[in-house]
């Protein structure tokens, strides 16, 4: 199995109640693709069905904008309703509480995608999780809930929590790395042999684009999409079977619609920041200009029709931050000796894909 020392770590936790204790928490991170949510639902949905003491339910917190969103997505998991806005976060937590009395004596609660619940402008990420793991309503009623936390950054990192929450955290935590050569090729092999017609795909050539993709991502994800784009460029070049060529020209592909899927997740003053970055263009090539100074992303803010959104120089910065953390821009510190240090920012993909995540998520917004 890909995954065994993952697999024998959480069981492991979950055999603590027979020993009358859960943790209140446990954190699984690591890299998108990497198999985190399919392992941890399968161990804890197993382990439940031999087990009568544990409940588990599984929430996908991905599309959720707002801590309301959040809480509301999980009262919607444990009670088949939502609840209505006037109702508040309160209302929303009452509900979920009152819907756990009725579950088993322990419940696990996989919040995936935990990562999301950092864009809300109106709720400190710590909030939610201090109600979560300490909530009135929880411990008048000695609801035993283990919430795991699936994220694909450090969670201390990128959410970062204040001292109560983290007080009351546990510290297990699960780690995913990335996939190796070996273990992508035991996990792709099958698929491929499905996915492509006989003689179309040789041993050689699925070999080098799986230690391609274990070089450049170690995601299962990245690599299956590696080769479908690999094989959707040898159809359309005539070719009858995948070249090394298609795959070398497919890396940038599977890139790009990797980052846009990210962007376009993105909460819209994360994007007007972007936007921002993008802004300065060569006055001969028209080619956007980076890296940005903090200083150029507010001028672009006030000059463009961005100004609008009246963000402070305190949110931009909290947004330059939240963006760095996600791995799509980088920060350093510039000395430019008299005029003393500037701090720069550049995107680490191609700036371009900005405007296409916008357009891309303006469609879905339209086909809505």
Known sequence: MARED???KLATILNGIHEGYLPPTVSVQGPPGTGKTLTTRRVAEEFAA?????????VNLKECRTIFSAANEIHLELTGERKKSYEGLD???EGIWIALEEYSQYTVLILDEIDHIQHDSNYDPSDFLYRLLRGEGKLKREIDLSAWLVSNQLLEVDLRLDSRVESAMSDESVFFGPYGEATLTALLA?????????GALSDRVREYGIQQAANYWGDARKA????RYAGDLANERGLDEVTRTCLDDSIQTTDRAAVIEKLSALPRNHHAILLCLCYWLDPVTGEIEQPVSTAEVQRALSESSLAKLELSERAVQGILTDLETMGLIKTWIESRGRDGRVKQH???FNPAWVRDALDRRAA?????
Not at 50 to 58: F, K, P, Q, S
Not at 364 to 368: A, K, R, V, Y
């Open 6 to 8: 993952q697999e024998r």
């Open 190 to 198: 099958p698929r491929l042999e499905q996915a492509f017609r006989p």
């Open 346 to 348: 550049q995107t680490t």
């Open 224 to 227: 299956l999409s590696l080769f």
């Open 50 to 58: 031999r087990t009568e003491e544990l409940a588990v339910e599984y």
């Open 364 to 368: 879905t917004e339209d086909d809505e």
């Open 91 to 93: 209302g929303v937590f």
